[in-house]
C-alpha cells in the first residue's frame, strides 16, 4: 500500500496547496479515519513549524511532538478535530478545530489548557467486573460509571498519574450546545432544540438553532459533537 496520495485527491479539509507538489503523505491507520490530518503535514502546511518533510521527520522521530498527551513517532499518524498536540521544546500548544467551511484549523493554546481533552463517547461496554467502559471517538477508552452515554462529550485529563480521569460532562440533550464536524453543516455551533428518533438504521436527526446568526438546521446525530451546557456555554475557540 503506497504510503503517498497526490495532493489533487487530498481531503478539502486540510486545506492545502494543490499545485507545489505532486505527492503528499498519506494518513495511517489510527485513531481517527482517513479524512484527518498526518501531523507531518501539520507541522509543515499548518504551522510552519517544519519547512519541509525532512524537517517534520527529524522533530517526529525525536518525540518532540506531544499528541494527546504521548509522544508521537509516526509521522503518517492522523491528527483530527480536538485533538491537543504540544512542541515542549518551543513552549506551545495547540487545538486542533474545525473551522466553519469545514478545514480543519489550529489555535494556539496555554499550557494548562493542554492539559485535557474534549472527547465524544461512541459507545460503552460492560467489560469483566461489571465495569462500564466508555469507547470514545479517538480510540481511547475510559473507565467510569453508568452515568454517561453514547454521543455525549467528556473532558478527560491527559498528564499525570491521574491520566483520563473524567473531569467534566456535556450530555447529548435539548438545549445544549454542540459543533458538526461532518456533512454540509461542518464547523457550525449551535443549540439543540430537538432530537428525532428514527426507527431502523436510518440514522436519528438532530434540529440545531445556529449560535451565530440563529437560522435553524439539521443533520444526523453522528456529526454532532456536544461542547458545552445551556447553562454554561463553550466555544472552545470558535466564537
Known sequence: ?????????APGSWHISRKTRKFITKTSPGPHNASAMPVSVWLRDHTGVARNQKEAKKIIQDRSVIV?????RDNHLGIGVF?????PKMGRHYRVLMNKKGRLTTIEISEEDAQSRLCKIRDKTVIRGGKVQLNL????????????????????????????????????EV???AMIIGGSHSGKIGKITEIRETSGSVPNRVF??????????????DYVFMIGRESTPVTWGLD
Not at 494527546?68 to 508521537?72: E, R, T
Open 68 to 72: 494527546n498527551g504521548m509522544p508521537v
Open 208 to 221: 440545531l438553532e445556529d449560535v451565530g446568526n440563529g437560522d435553524s438546521f439539521d443533520t444526523i446525530d
Open 1 to 9: 500500500m503506497s504510503n503517498h496520495l497526490k495532493r489533487l485527491a
Open 137 to 172: 471517538l479517538y480510540g481511547a477508552n475510559v473507565i467510569a460509571d453508568n452515568s454517561y452515554r453514547p454521543r455525549d462529550s467528556i473532558v478527560v485529563k491527559l498528564t499525570g498519574d491521574d491520566r483520563f480521569t473524567i473531569l467534566d460532562h456535556y450530555p447529548f
Open 175 to 177: 438545549g445544549n450546545m
Open 83 to 87: 485533538d491537543i498536540v504540544s512542541i
